[in-house]
């Protein structure tokens, strides 16, 4: 029928604007979170990656994803091209109209990237970033999605993941590790004399807290648009129990971490507070739909120490996570998958892991190759008077606060 046609396409344009919005969320958290010498990169690098994976997802990535799967390894790298032929001769069995399916779905390519960005600021030099995400946005995402999404190998194998906590966040995280461990750590975070990591104040907690309120906003699109269709009473009822689900999570996860910063550092720490609100939304996301709303608080609760005890993780190997991505998308996104298995019938512990453990070699090898070549080839990171001084004087030539870069107060006239 033309009405649902026509409900199910508007839903999606407007579940993917919600979470297109979820990349201004990405930006403020980032630039929050950085010191303040290198806010400007981060905003280049925020509206560079979503703009990359709009082409990329175009003019390779879509097709590679979606066209002629077939239970395979990937489709067709080939440009798409909107077909809504059908509809417009009273054929209205796809759903939905197919740019409003393709922008759904681009959108979520450029989450991915997003999580790099953060995890790597501060010494990664802006070109080789750049380049990395085309290859991200264009081939390595789309790949894996198509193994599940697509109909590949892996869905028949039995993988659930409704929204993406591998095949989004964990995908992020496996590139972002990668990166983190060829890049290296900030000066000073980790050179201290006692050997313990130092932290690194970034420039502004109500951006951070303004960017997750947002990426928490964008959630709802992001997961409740993954049921693709709004205009029948099941997936009206589904969507309000995905949105339900999806904030509770959140919830479960921020007071988690709340509590556990209090009990192990005597004091809230703010940032882990706002991290795990995102763990609890990575967890849910494989599987928002089946789990009670006491069970989707537990799946949240547990995502929320998962990615404090990732954080302590990362700092014990030296490991220099920004924002904290890693431990929000890929640790998080690992559970989340896991705990698919809690509430679906169809799925196992087994395809589950299977799925996890495929998807994270694929792209963590792919991943570190291309860091490793690019670092060979032209450099990856700033050099050290470089980093100094900031990404936004060495790179850009401008300062994104009018204040000074060692200490964050004003600078004086």
Same mark, same amino acid.
């Given at each position: 029928m033309e009405i649902p046609f026509v409900i199910n396409t508007l839903f999606l344009l407007i579940c993917g604007a919600m979470v297109m919005f979820m990349a201004a969320g990405f930006a403020m958290l980032e630039a929050g979170m950085v010191r303040s010498k290198s806010v400007g990169v981060i905003l280049v690098k925020n509206i560079s990656l979503y703009a990359i994976a709009s082409l990329m997802f175009y003019l390779v990535g879509y097709n590679l994803m979606y066209l002629g799967v077939d239970g395979g390894l990937f489709g067709t790298p080939s440009l798409w091209h909107p077909d809504d032929s059908a509809a417009l001769?009273? !054929?209205y069995s796809a759903g939905y109209a197919s740019p409003a399916g393709w922008f759904?779905?681009?959108?979520? $390519?450029?989450t991915a990237a997003s999580i790099v960005s953060g995890a790597l600021a501060e010494r990664i030099k802006? /070109?080789?970033?750049?380049?990395? $995400?085309?290859?991200l946005t264009g081939f390595i995402y789309p790949i894996t999605g198509s193994w599940v999404w697509g109909e590949g190998w892996l869905s028949t194998f039995g993988f659930k993941d409704f929204a993406g906590s591998t095949l989004v966040h964990s995908v992020g995280g496996w590139a972002a590790l990668a990166?983190?461990?060829?890049?290296?750590? @900030? @000066?000073g975070r980790f050179d201290s004399a006692d050997g313990k990591p130092k932290a690194l104040p970034g420039s502004s907690l109500p951006q951070v807290t303004i960017g997750t309120f947002i990426l928490w906003f964008g959630w709802f699109g992001f997961n409740g648009g993954s049921q693709l269709a709004i205009?029948? &009473?099941?997936?009206?009822?589904?969507?309000?129990?995905?949105?339900?689900? &999806?904030?509770? *999570? *959140?919830?479960?996860? *921020?007071i988690t971490a709340l509590a556990l910063s209090q009990a192990l550092y005597k004091k809230i720490d703010v940032p882990m507070v706002l991290n795990g609100a995102l763990a609890g939304l990575v967890a849910i996301t494989a599987g928002p739909l089946l789990p009670s709303l006491a069970l989707a608080i537990y799946i949240g609760a547990v995502g929320g120490v998962v990615m404090f005890?990732?954080?302590?993780?990362?700092?014990?190997?030296?490991?220099?996570?920004?924002?904290?991505a890693i431990p $929000?998308?890929?640790?998080?996104?690992? /559970?989340? %998958? =896991?705990? $698919?298995?809690? %509430?679906?019938p169809e799925a196992s512990f087994a395809i589950q892991a299977l799925g996890i453990f495929a998807i994270g070699l694929f792209v963590f090898i792919l991943s570190f190759g291309i860091w490793f070549a690019m670092k060979m080839a032209i450099g990856i990171r700033l050099h050290w008077s470089q980093e100094k001084?900031?990404? !936004?004087?060495?790179?850009?030539?401008? @300062?994104?606060?009018?204040?000074?870069?060692?200490?964050? %107060?004003? =600078?004086k006239a």
């Open positions: 001769a009273g !054929d759904f779905q681009m959108v979520f $390519v450029a802006i /070109w080789p970033f750049l380049a990395f $995400v085309a290859l990166g983190a461990l060829l890049l290296g750590a @900030r @000066r205009a029948s &009473t099941e997936d009206a009822l589904a969507v309000a129990k995905i949105f339900a689900n &999806t904030n509770m *999570a *959140a919830a479960a996860g *921020a005890a990732a954080t302590l993780l990362l700092d014990k190997f030296k490991i220099d996570d920004v924002v904290g $929000v998308h890929l640790a998080s996104g690992i /559970w989340g %998958t =896991l705990a $698919v298995a809690l %509430t679906d001084l900031g990404g !936004d004087m060495s790179e850009l030539g401008v @300062r994104a606060y009018n204040l000074d870069f060692e200490d964050n %107060t004003p =600078l």
